[in-house]
């Protein structure tokens, strides 16, 4: 099966690798930045996470930040305040669920999401969306017990964290 992007996809993609090179390379010549530690990168990672449908690239502070911070923790620090950033998402779904559940989105994924909740949420963390508040809506409008909800998007956030870190670590000597 061939998957075909569209400009609106390609220009997402190429943005993001924009934003993180100019991350790194603003890490290496800005020396107060480098005092980032991993309370601060939690904190960076809750704030971008936390504007509901207008995504900040907090990824690119994890991208950079691996260049001197460990991987491990440092991927684990931004998924922590990451998932925590989401919950904005889900109370959202929770107050405006009246209105969610008559879009034709919403019952088209309603299901998937009420059978498979918390490895839907988790695989949908892990993968770089800059959508995910769509799930944090959804799993709010169909009253998705909030510890459910929080714990898959803290695990898949940690995962997909963890690879950018050490992504960025890897790549660190290439730029």
């Known amino acids: 099966m061939l998957v075909r992007f ?8 190429l943005a993001a690798v924009v934003i993180a090179v100019s991350a790194m ?7 107060f930045l480098r005092q980032l530690g991993y309370l601060e990168i939690l904190a960076v990672s809750f704030v971008s996470s936390a504007t509901v449908l ?19 923790l440092l991927g684990l620090s931004a998924g ?3 998932g925590l ?3 904005s ?15 034709t989105f919403f019952e088209k994924h309603k299901l ?8 839907v949420v988790f695989l949908l963390a892990v993968i770089p969306n800059p959508a995910f508040d769509v799930v944090g809506l959804a799993a709010g409008a169909i009253k998705m017990e909030w510890w459910k909800f929080l714990s898959a998007a803290i695990l898949g ?17 290439w730029i």
Not at 6 to 13: D, T, W
Not at 25 to 31: P, V, Y
């Open 6 to 13: 569209g400009k609106s996809e390609i220009v997402a993609f």
């Open 85 to 87: 950033g989401e919950i």
């Open 25 to 31: 390379l603003a890490f290496r010549h800005i020396s």
């Open 54 to 72: 207008l995504p900040l690239p907090g990824f690119a502070v994890v991208f950079a930040a691996a260049q001197y911070l460990n991987p491990f």
């Open 157 to 173: 956030k940690s995962t997909r964290y963890i690879a950018l870190a050490l992504l960025g670590e890897f790549s660190a000597g």
């Open 112 to 119: 998937q999401l009420q059978k498979y909740g918390w490895p």
């Open 89 to 103: 998402g889900y109370l959202a779904g929770t107050v405006g669920h009246r209105t969610l559940t008559t879009t």
């Open 80 to 82: 922590i305040g990451s």
